[in-house]
């Protein structure tokens, strides 16, 4: 065995071993009495696991295994369905009600569709803590949301000069308005459609400046064209969910 594949074994074995900090995605049944979990930890990334015996009447996780609750958790296996062997909560639920409880599903679920599976990334991680720390204690959960799916499409490599016109190079007016390109990015027009910004709206972008509700407004549109290629068609169930409870509550 190499030096490298030996220390990456060697890693491989920490990790397994100790208790690692993270939250719990989804859950869903799995057989008669488990659930299959999808975790997203902060050494190890997003990986699913099953947590054996938690939906019996007398089993200690069934409060535990929550979403939003930060965790301590331990597991173990070598395929790529893991066996929960410990979870325990190291801070209490963060409060998300309404509409920040909503939101938080659609963050988890971004991350449940977008990112790979077993790729360690504590960036995201401490971005993740974040956003849901944001969404327990701001009234206003858009401008949290807007800089979570900035950072998010960076760290997926979502590669857009916000700062100059794709067309000539010229520096963004602010005044002017731009039209999206795939692969291409922000192109000086005078067509206004819903692939048209501001100049303005591209610079506060650039600055993850999600202070001033047009530019919100501006950043979602952007964010939903963005995602859309990691996405694919297949609709958002978060997203239905919030509809729908948004009307019962009229």
């Known amino acids: 065995m190499c030096v490298t594949t030996r220390r990456a074994f060697i890693r491989k074995l920490i990790v397994q071993t100790e208790l690692q900090r993270g939250f ?31 939906r019996a009447k007398r089993s200690s996780w069934k409060s535990v295994l929550q979403p939003f609750t930060p965790l301590l958790l331990r597991w173990t296996g070598k395929s790529s369905l893991k066996t929960l062997t410990k979870a325990e909560p190291a801070a209490i639920t ?3 009600q309404q509409t920040a409880l909503y939101s938080g599903f659609y963050v988890n679920e971004l991350l449940t569709r977008v990112i790979e599976s077993e790729t360690p990334n504590p960036a995201l991680f401490q971005h993740y803590l974040k956003c849901l720390t944001g969404l327990a204690t701001e009234t206003n959960v858009e401008p949290t949301l807007r800089l979570f799916e900035f950072q998010l499409l960076q760290i997926l490599g979502y590669g857009v000069d916000f700062l100059h016109c794709a067309g000539s190079g010229e520096p963004v007016d602010f005044s002017m308005t731009y039209r999206y390109r795939e692969e291409k990015g922000f192109i ?12 303005r709206d591209l610079l506060a972008f650039e600055a993850l400046d ?5 530019v ?16 694919g068609d297949k609709p ?15």
């Not at 997203?40 to 099953?50: A, C, D, K, W």
């Not at 000086?188 to 100049?199: C, E, H, I, Q, R």
């Open 210 to 214: 999600f202070s001033d509700e047009a």
């Open 236 to 250: 958002l169930k978060s997203r239905e969910l919030f509809t729908q409870n948004i009307l019962l509550l009229k």
């Open 188 to 199: 000086a027009s005078l067509v206004k459609d819903n692939l048209t910004f501001y100049g």
């Open 94 to 96: 963060l409060p998300l």
């Open 24 to 54: 719990i995605l989804h859950r869903r049944p799995y057989s008669e009495t488990s659930l299959l979990v999808d975790l997203f930890t902060e050494e190890s990334g997003r990986l699913t696991v099953i947590a054996k015996g938690a």
């Open 216 to 231: 919100r407004q501006a950043a979602k549109r952007f964010t939903r064209i963005a995602l859309k290629p990691y996405l």
